[in-house]
């Protein structure tokens, strides 16, 4: 199994709206990634978790939390989000450690968000 | 300052017809090279990923190639097909350990019937 999944595919959520978007695969990767991706823009990075523990935080707003629940989860809760963080989220993953391989990254179909 | 240019940034050819995407980059320390063809809401999907001395690398119709002397990448693709039209993003991995990834805006490709 070489594939991340993610749901929902889409997500139309209020300002006060909390919601979770969950992350999930099973090639035993031990880096998982989620990645915020305007239009036509390339993904920037948010968080990065490395054996379970978060290792990067790219500085971004605390009404995203992310949560990795086991090797096999990551999840990112959403709480009073603002029209402007509508976009395309996408989780990766990765086989963690060092080297080149180590870190080719996977990625998922992505979450479509929309911000009413 | 770390960064990964493309070039053109959109791009229309008749199906059937080859085409070359260009990228380059200013990363360093240079780990590695990605190419990543991504459909419209959809996530990326690796196409070939190339290291300080590998020069090409093929995945079926696709072919990278990677100068790192002059930090220039190509990707040329063959003979295009419809389901080809998709954003191409060039991804350099930097870093002590390479994990940290320096994205170009891509290039967005259309094929014409």
């Known amino acids: 199994d070489t594939e991340v999944t993610q749901t929902p595919k889409h997500l139309v959520m209020g300002m006060t709206n909390k919601k979770s978007l969950k992350c999930e695969q099973h090639?035993?990767?031990?880096?998982m990634y989620w990645y915020k991706q305007k239009a036509k823009k390339p993904p920037e990075l948010m968080f990065v978790y490395s054996y379970e523990k978060l290792s990067i935080n790219e500085s971004v707003p605390s009404r995203f939390s992310p949560e990795c629940p086991n090797s096999s989860l990551l999840n990112l809760h959403l709480h009073a989000l603002q029209p402007e963080d509508s976009a395309l989220y996408l989780c990766a993953s990765s086989q963690g450690g060092r080297g080149t391989k180590h870190y080719e990254q996977y990625f998922g179909p992505g979450t479509r968000l929309t911000v009413t | 300052k770390n960064q990964v240019e493309q070039s053109p940034q959109s791009l229309i050819i008749l199906e059937g017809k080859n085409c070359t995407l260009q990228?380059?980059?200013?990363?360093?320390?240079?780990?590695?090279l990605r190419w990543y063809k991504q459909d419209t809401g959809r996530g990326p999907v690796s196409l070939t990923i190339m290291t300080f001395s590998e020069n090409t690398k093929s995945n079926g119709r696709y072919t990278a190639t990677l100068d790192a002397d002059t930090k220039q990448s190509s990707l040329h693709i063959t003979a295009s097909q419809l389901s080809d039209s998709a954003s191409y993003i060039c991804?350099?991995?930097?870093?002590?350990?390479?994990?940290?990834?320096?994205f170009g805006a891509g290039t967005i490709l259309r094929v014409k019937s």
């Open positions: 090639m035993g990767h031990r880096a």
């Open positions: 990228c380059n980059y200013t990363v360093s320390p240079f780990s590695n």
């Open positions: 991804v350099v991995s930097g870093g002590l350990y390479g994990n940290k990834l320096v």
